[in-house]
């Protein structure tokens, strides 16, 4: 066996904290990372990890060779990819929203790709927010506030979450000029979330929540969108999702005095400590090609 390679499962149990997520974050079954753990631990002569039905305890070996092993890898890492005499080698897992990753990310990526053809990648669309040690993730995009406090964040713009009708609609049916408006008009609705059918505002006179009762509930963004150009009713989504809707006339911004803050878009990571050269050669490339974008400026 490659005694790298023992090297680096053993440092993906202790920062994924089981040997079920470091198996899943290096595609390989729970058995196969214990195998390669145990054999580890033979060589070494010791016990680097206590196991237990409940949790995982690095032993005092465990420490001193975790350290070691971070130095060594960092160290392989560095001298095979080349980062300064020689081209990025190597894979990049990436993951992002549905409708951003497919019109934005995709095409960073591929621009990517094309700059370092010694590196390959997969783009991973998800509109949750997917555990970036469970899924293998070297860099993931995120829309709205982080929950997970211990990721390492790059801001790279921001959105808001936008009302808007079609022409025809609004025709037909007058134009909202507050929230409360809403009441009196249909509403095509995103349940991509879980909660009430509501949408909260920001005015003058403060927050204000509105009740809804929607004639159109979809669980995907684009089939709203839809319903919403063909003169459905009114939606609220992120401003980035039916830019092009709004630029050609397709749709009208509504209530604007009353949307709430904008909400962060950022880049992602576990560390930005011994990161793979590709991997950050990847964060510097998308923040500056995502930064550039209109659709995630100020609105």
Known sequence: MDRLDELAVFLAVLDAGSLASAG?????SPAAVTRTLAALEARVGARLIERTTRKLAVTDAGRRLAEEARAVLAGYEAAIAREEDGPLRGFVRISAPLVFGRRHVAPVLAAF???HPLVSAELVLNDRNLDMVDAGLDVALRIGAL???SLVARRVGEVR???A???AYLARRGTPQRPADLADHEIVYSSTQPGPT???FDGPRGPQTVRLRPRLMVNAIEPVIEAAVQGRGVTRVFSYQLAEELADGR???LLRAYEPAP???QLVTVSTRLMPPRVRAFLDFAAAALSRLDVIRTT
């Open 24 to 28: 899943r974050r290096l595609r390989r």
């Open 113 to 115: 790709l094309d700059a």
């Open 147 to 149: 929950s997970d406090s």
């Open 161 to 163: 979450r936008v009302v």
């Open 165 to 167: 009708a079609a022409p």
């Open 198 to 200: 509501e949408w909260r």
């Open 251 to 253: 749709l009208v911004r």
């Open 263 to 265: 909400i962060p878009v």
